[in-house]
């Protein structure tokens, strides 16, 4: 026994997600509803992406007020406080300063450290090995992270080959230090990024490159542009390689994977992922037919859709703008029950 707990303490602490929580707002969207303002149809939107609805935030609602929300449900199950707050998202809620720092004061976090990351759909991915680094080293005892966006706000109302797409929502994760060897641990990481491939899916104007004047928005460049057909073959490229790089690192065979829970872009991204990686479907998370693609949110909703066993194997993995991507792996936490009330 001695033994065993000499040799725990010898080996580096890891980050541990202890507790999950959502947040989506109420409405739902359906393919139908586009189709009343937009040139498509529920058949041709099912086809393409498996997306059959989405939730949009009605027009006071930000995406700290999501974020605030999954926190605290979070909070809630992990049963107790943070001191570290990290929101990824592609859309906070102003451009200076971050959504964090709010979104903590709000959750009653007192003077958490806190602070936003960026990687757009892949920023939940790239928050969690910043979260687990913050707890190994003991700069943060307990670091909440979330996912959250209101893509609704950023994406054209008039492009029919995004609107149909993005969804609003949120998800958080409660992560705590502990060791490599408990139900919760995250890592490996594998993380990178292309940023001579920024054209392919922007908002180009409203940041310091381009202001949001009158030509940009006659261009509708303060809303997203997307070459969709580059994106989707990029997308299962990077997060095949990532993936594969990531079981390579912890020297873990495909088969030792209990469920893969891919950024949930559109049905077809996440089958051709499972496929190149010999992942048989009903070993893959998906709710995309349900939220469509919640960007930096994606990963943290499909976690709380996951059922499985504490110390279950999962691959996560992600693909956004930038384009960033990154793959983790994670043991399956042992959750807290739900209080019901
Ligand atoms: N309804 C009806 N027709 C449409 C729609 C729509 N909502 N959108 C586009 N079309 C039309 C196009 O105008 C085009 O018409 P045309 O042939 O007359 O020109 C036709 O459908 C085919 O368009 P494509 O873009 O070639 O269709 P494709 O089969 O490539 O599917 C899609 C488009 C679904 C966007 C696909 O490329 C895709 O999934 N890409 C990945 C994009 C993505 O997931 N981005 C999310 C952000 S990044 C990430 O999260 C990974």
């Excluded at 065993?4 to 080996?11: F, G, P, V």
């Excluded at 004047?213 to 542009?225: G, K």
């Excluded at 390689?241 to 950024?263: F, K, P, W, Y």
Aim: negative net charge; hydrophobic residues 40%; charged residues 20%.
């Amino acid at each position: 026994m001695a033994a065993a707990s000499t040799h725990r303490a010898s080996r580096p602490p890891v980050g541990v997600v202890e507790a999950l929580g959502t947040a989506v707002p109420p409405h739902v969207v359906t393919n139908d509803d586009l189709a009343q303002h937009l040139d498509t149809n529920d058949e041709w939107v099912r086809t393409r992406t498996g997306i059959a609805e989405r939730r949009f935030a009605d027009p006071d609602t930000s995406t700290g007020d999501l974020a605030v929300e999954a926190g605290a449900d979070a909070l809630k199950a992990a049963g107790g406080d943070v001191d570290t707050v990290i929101v990824a998202t592609t859309t906070p809620d102003r451009m200076l300063p971050g959504t964090a720092p709010e979104v903590a004061s709000r959750l009653g976090l007192g003077d958490a450290s806190a602070f936003d990351v960026n990687a757009a759909c892949a920023g939940f991915i790239y928050a969690l090995p910043v979260a687990s680094g913050l707890v190994a080293t003991g700069t943060a005892d307990r670091v909440l992270v979330i996912g959250a966006e209101v893509m609704s706000r950023i994406v054209d109302p008039d492009d029919r080959s995004t609107r149909v797409l993005f969804g609003d929502g949120a998800g958080a994760v409660v992560v705590r230090s502990g060791h490599a060897d408990e139900p919760g641990a995250v890592g490996p990481f594998d993380l990178g990024s292309d940023g001579d491939q920024t054209h392919l899916l922007e908002v180009p104007a409203g940041g310091t490159r381009q202001p949001i004047d009158d030509h940009a928005i006659e261009n509708r460049h303060h809303f997203l542009q997307m070459d969709g057909r580059e994106v989707y073959r990029q997308a299962v490229r990077r997060m095949v390689s990532s993936s594969r790089a990531v079981l390579a690192q912890a020297g873990l065979e495909v088969d030792d994977v209990d469920c893969l829970i891919a950024h949930q872009a559109n049905a077809r991204i996440l089958e051709a992922v499972a496929d190149r990686l010999e992942i048989p479907r009903d070993r893959c998370v998906s709710n995309v037919g349900r939220y469509g693609n919640t960007s930096a949110a994606s990963i943290p909703l499909a976690l709380a859709d996951a059922s499985l066993e504490p110390g279950q194997q999962v691959l996560l993995t992600s693909f956004g703008a930038g384009m960033a991507w990154g793959s983790s792996l994670m043991t399956w936490p042992d959750l807290p029950t739900p209080d019901p009330t």
